[in-house]
């Protein structure tokens, strides 16, 4: 979703902890324990919505435009919808909360519990 960091990001992960910044990263990368990436390892026999199963379980559906979290995303991100364009201005914390609140793992290859 990124297409590289900028010079505020990097100092601002400074500042987090490494689970945190992990999470954060792996978000917005992409690189992280949602089906699409999870599929491209191997790791599953599918790279569709655990909940859904109709469209690929990606950072940008998790972030931009999953309906069922659309309210969950308007308190924590501002916004009922974002564009991909949008997650390259929110403060990085914002994202890391947003995360947090979501159940999205810290470590590991746990399993999501609220996407």
Known sequence: MLSRPGRDAKAKL????RNHSRAVIGLL???NTLRKH???LG???SA?????GVEEETSGNIICKREALASFRHVHLGSFFLQLEDIQIINLAVICN???A???PLIGLGSP???
């Open 98 to 100: 947003y995360s947090k």
């Open 14 to 17: 400074m500042f987090f902890n």
């Open 29 to 31: 990368n992409g690189h």
């Open 43 to 45: 790791l599953t026999d």
């Open 38 to 40: 999870l599929h491209m």
């Open 102 to 104: 979501m159940g999205f």
């Open 48 to 52: 569709l919505c655990r909940k859904r």
């Open 113 to 115: 519990r609220a996407y």
